[in-house]
């Protein structure tokens, strides 16, 4: 696994610095992860995941496909809404919350309104 977090920090071509802030870390912790000295714990392995849109097993296994599918992981990304965009989190919310038929005019004025030029 070690290998491949290396890997996908350099093919991102972030440095240790830029590839901790993205993740949430400190520099000193790549680094000494880099060099064996420390371990990731498994939530700071599913937020690479998250932040990279990288296969989980592929990180943690080297099989399967490295890079996610989105529809696999949309419980996934709704938990990451949730926390991170609370903008977001309350538009979804309200759109949960229509009836069917506001969900159609919804749709219809997004639909007009993204094709306007």
Known sequence: MRNRIIELRKEQGLSQEAFAKKVGL???????FENG??????????DIC??????????????????????????K????????????????MKYYELSPEDKELFWKFAERFLNMK
């Open 50 to 75: 998250n932040t990279f849109q990288i296969n989980e097993e592929w990180l943690r296994t080297g099989k399967g496909v490295k890079e996610s599918s989105a529809d696999l992981d949309y419980g």
């Open 37 to 46: 000295n420390r371990n990731m714990s498994d939530r700071t392995i599913s």
């Open 26 to 32: 400190s520099r000193n912790f790549i680094n000494q």
């Open 77 to 92: 990304i709704c938990a990451k809404i949730g926390i991170t965009d609370k903008k977001a989190k309350a538009a979804i």
